[in-house]
């Protein structure tokens, strides 16, 4: 089963491992001590790899999971938590793009001055 799920979602049978460790997939043991990885395993690792796209952390994810509805939504007790993180990223875009200009002034200026001396 773990191979069907890795192969079914495109993701490595370590990322599988390492969702479980993070507490974001469940798996039962066989006696022979195989994980076996219930019916909705599949959707949950697309949502998993879904919110880390969205950037964000797996503690972030593990928390976000109880609310999260079957069409990828999630419930209004954890809206608060992805605004957060959205305001986050604008505020790491924003510093970028200021760190980006300064660069692209400090480019510029030794283009002009190299163009400048003979």
């Known amino acids: 089963m773990v191979l069907q799920v890795a192969a079914t979602t495109g993701t490595s049978v ?7 460790e993070q507490g974001l997939l469940e798996s039962d043991r066989l ?4 994980r076996r990885y219930g019916d909705s395993a ?11 796209d969205a ?7 593990r928390d976000l ?11 209004e007790c954890k809206l608060e938590t992805l605004q957060e993180h959205l305001e986050g990223l604008d505020d790491r875009i924003s510093a970028l793009s200021e760190t980006r200009t300064s ?5 510029s ?3 002009a001055r190299r163009s400048a001396t003979p």
């Open 14 to 20: 370590r990322l599988l491992r390492y969702y479980e």
């Open 31 to 34: 006696d022979s001590g195989h």
């Open 42 to 52: 599949p959707a949950v690792v697309r949502r998993i790899r879904a919110l880390l």
């Open 55 to 61: 950037g964000l952390p797996t503690r972030v994810i």
């Open 65 to 75: 999971q109880p609310c999260i509805r079957q069409d990828g939504t999630v419930a």
């Open 103 to 107: 660069l692209a002034g400090l480019i």
């Open 109 to 111: 200026a030794t283009q």
